[in-house]
């Protein structure tokens, strides 16, 4: 919020002779309230990203209740534990690592080297509330990492793999296109990629390509799950035990969405213009509605394809398409128009199908579709936004820069398209040049994959000392007397009379 000036000597030819003690007197009151407003300002916007950290935050507790229901009941305790483990190991290594590598600046356009441990931080640039929105960031694609290698995992693996993800090779794909050093970045003062740089608001490539991509190759490294294919190579559906615990964390998710799109302004009092009902507030609003939008068109076209093609109504792959839809929103939804939210999701729902109908034809296995829903779906999400973002709204969230390229389909030309197209292939290739020699460094030294007996036997009774779900009481010491069914075998003797 500018600030607002007084001059005393200004003033007090107004007030006439004898009027520069009264002047001075108002100029330095008017200061004073001055400043408080400004304080206010300050305190309201770290408020809402404080809130929208919150929010963020509470994804974690989505991703684990999708997870749990999404794997057998064998496995549950383990795969909770690695969502709890992505926080944990994720907030150290990223306030030590990863914040200076995405956010410390000045540096130059490949990698952040400030703030290391938060390290001058706050800053004019920087406070507190910053890092942890990020952090939450940088978490929720470590656990999207860890759905894609769900029930064959050794635990060592998801802490090595979970503290590198979010200390290196997370914060340095958001450098790129966040910080206003990176090479691609849409804020960055000095020369454009294309003349746009890259409009990826929320991170359809920074945050869901990169975890889908770091699933990828760990789930392919590992290979499928034990009887997930059969001997003719014919796919065996492997049902998660609890379709209850799929919609909580979906509901969850879905909640936690609206401090992950609309909280990356990282500001609500920015006005656009002097109309009061008018200004950031208004974005916020709006990038709410376009991600519904897409989340529930993606839903109902998941819901309706997926009853084509196998004649069920089945609740995960539906719930699998609304996060499909959400992910390939992401990147553009402060930038297009409500009505394009609903083309984008339709477009997510067919490519996450299409996607899961790929990695049944390549015998690829992923019990919770991550990498085809975050890696398929986000890859759409960044082509999206360089075909339907309007002119208007990418010169009100990205101001500074008079002629921006903005959507193709919005008369705004190819030069958004081509950056995007970039990004999804440098992502890619990073990605994979990182996390894929990882794996296979694991996979190598045998801390990749559990023992088949152990696969067999469930990781929860083997790994971690017992079931998730307690069937009875050990330390009831009288039993309750039971009924006990035999089953009645037909006999010789005994035949039925006719009618």
């Not at 304080?39 to 809130?51: K, R």
């Not at 356009?109 to 939450?136: C, M, T």
């Amino acid at each position: 919020m500018a600030s607002l000036e007084c001059s005393a000597s200004q003033l007090a030819q107004l007030l006439g002779p004898n009027g520069t003690a009264a002047a001075t007197f108002i100029c330095d009151h008017f200061s004073t309230v001055d400043s408080k407003f400004t304080d206010t300002s300050f305190a309201i916007d770290t408020t809402y990203l404080l809130f929208s950290a919150y929010l963020v935050f509470s994804m974690q507790l989505g991703f684990a209740m999708l997870c749990a229901g999404s794997v057998r009941a064998k496995n549950t305790m383990n795969i909770m534990l690695t969502n709890v483990l992505d926080a944990a190991a994720g907030g150290l290594f990223y306030y030590l690592f990863g914040f200076a590598f995405a956010f410390g600046g000045p540096s130059n356009g490949f990698i952040g080297r400030h703030f290391f441990g938060l390290k001058e931080v706050p800053n004019s640039s920087f406070d507190y509330s910053n890092f942890l929105y990020q952090w939450a960031f940088a978490i929720a694609a470590a656990g999207i990492t860890s759905g894609s290698i769900a029930e064959r995992t050794q635990f060592v693996a998801y802490l090595i793999y979970s503290s590198f993800l979010t200390g290196f090779v997370y914060p340095v794909v958001s450098h790129w296109i966040w910080s206003p050093d990176g090479w691609a970045s849409a804020f960055n003062t000095g020369d454009l990629l294309f003349g746009s740089g890259v409009i990826d608001f929320a991170g359809s490539g920074v945050v869901h390509m990169v975890g889908g991509i770091a699933g990828l190759w760990g789930a392919y490294i590992e290979g499928p799950r034990i009887g997930r294919f059969d001997h003719s190579g014919r796919s065996v559906s492997l049902r998660g035990h609890s379709a209850s615990l799929v919609v909580l964390g979906t509901f969850l998710l879905w909640f936690g969405w609206y401090g992950f799109n609309p909280g990356s302004f990282n500001k609500i009092l920015v006005p656009y213009s002097s109309q009061s009902y008018y200004g950031q507030w208004s974005a916020v609003g709006r990038t709410a509605v376009t991600t519904t939008l897409a989340g529930c068109t993606a839903a109902l076209t998941t819901l309706f394809g997926k009853r084509i093609l196998s004649g069920h109504w089945n609740v995960t792959d539906v719930c699998n398409g609304l996060l499909g839809g959400f992910a390939a929103i992401t990147s553009g939804c402060s930038v297009v128009e409500p009505w394009a939210a609903i083309v984008c999701g339709f477009v997510a729902a067919v490519v996450l199908i299409s996607c899961n109908k790929l990695a049944e034809k390549v015998k690829y296995d992923d019990p919770l579709e991550a990498a085809q829903l975050h890696g398929g779906c986000g890859a759409w999400g960044i082509i999206f936004t360089a075909l339907f973002a309007t002119k208007k709204y990418v010169n009100e969230v990205y101001p500074g820069k008079p002629g921006r390229p903005y959507g193709l389909f919005m008369g705004g030309g190819g030069k958004l398209l081509g950056a995007h197209l970039v990004q999804i292939l440098v992502i890619t290739g990073w990605v994979s040049a990182t996390m894929g020699p990882l794996f296979f460094i694991l996979h190598k030294l045998k801390l990749l994959r559990i023992s088949a007996e152990d696969e067999m036997a469930g990781m929860d009774m083997t790994r971690h000392g017992g079931f998730a779900y307690v069937y009875h009481d050990d330390s009831d010491s009288v039993k309750p007397a039971a009924i006990q069914l035999r089953k009645v075998e037909p006999n010789s003797s005994s035949t039925p009379s006719s009618v």
